[in-house]
């Protein structure tokens, strides 16, 4: 994956990964997504996440709610882990910290759903979640361009994304929780005898709701709930570009991205660089 970083004083970063789920694309394996994000200071504005293979565009857009392919998308409306579908990421050899831990609550989650996915791309198993494909996905160690357009996609959609050990942010610990608030709340609780003093379950002493957490959705047909700060026509021309992004092998995609932010007025010079994921 590659990490474009902006310079200066500029507002805005955009963090981009041009191919997610480098493993299966490497093998043939069908599912894998280009994603990127706009994030102004500190607050994620814009999100699209596009699976080649499938030709499905997920866009997202601060207040402006989440679409597939230009149609509205919501987390589902379930509110009892009983028949829900969760996906998930195994933790990579390079991150076997959580290895123990993550294979008690996988056993959790089998034992009290209809069934756990593992397809391999972070961005793409949270954007099925924004669209109600999954109810609830939980993995750790990923980075924050494996999950920052996602994450803005499943709140405008009406859910919640959370850092799955404790305070925090889950784009700086890498560790994610996400559902609709009723499916995060119950698989938070699923999780709580998995995670120990060490982890951070000791900061989990009182349930999210919406005071505790005012950016959480409730899966419901409610209206956006924030003020956009990018203008619409930008994100129009963004997305469209997207669609020309060539898979042939990760770098048309970084010399898209690169190009195309380093036209985007208000951002300053942008720098890349690489990042060992797999």
């Not at 990964?17 to 706009?38: K, Y």
């Not at 750790?140 to 859910?159: H, N, R, Y």
């Not at 000791?202 to 409730?218: C, F, I, N, V």
Request: charged content about 20%; hydrophobic content about 40%.
């Amino acid at each position: 994956p590659t990490l474009f970083r902006s310079h200066g004083s500029s507002d805005f970063v955009w963090i981009v990964d041009p191919l997610d789920g480098t493993t299966n694309f490497l093998h043939g394996f069908p599912t894998f997504s280009v994603s990127i994000a706009l994030r102004k200071r500190d607050v994620l504005e814009v999100g699209v996440v596009y699976d080649p293979c499938r030709q499905e565009l997920f866009t997202t857009m601060r207040g402006r709610g989440a679409q597939l392919d230009g149609k509205r998308i919501r987390v589902s409306e379930r509110r009892e882990l009983e028949g829900t579908l969760i996906g998930t990421g195994f933790p990579y050899r390079s991150n076997t910290r959580w290895l123990k831990t993550y294979l008690g609550m996988l056993g959790s989650v089998m034992e009290n759903t209809a069934g756990v996915r593992r397809p391999g791309s972070a961005a793409l198993d949270l954007c099925y979640l924004a669209a109600g494909r999954l109810d609830g996905f939980f993995e750790f160690g990923l980075e924050s361009w494996d999950v920052a357009a996602g994450t803005l996609m499943i709140q405008e959609a009406g859910g919640v994304v959370s850092n799955l050990t404790g305070a925090g942010s889950h784009l700086d610990s890498g560790n994610v929780l996400a559902g609709n608030l009723k499916i995060h709340d119950a698989l938070r609780e699923l999780f709580r005898p998995h995670l120990n003093a060490d982890t951070g379950a000791e900061l989990w002493a009182t349930p999210l709701d919406q005071a505790s957490y005012p950016d959480a959705g409730t899966g419901s047909t409610d209206g956006p709930r924030s003020t956009p700060s990018v203008d619409d026509d930008r994100v129009y021309v963004f997305t469209s570009y997207l669609k020309l992004v060539c898979l042939n092998a990760g770098t048309g995609a970084i010399v898209w991205a690169r190009d195309f932010i380093s036209e985007f007025p208000g951002t300053d010079v942008i720098d890349w660089q690489n990042a060992a994921s797999p």
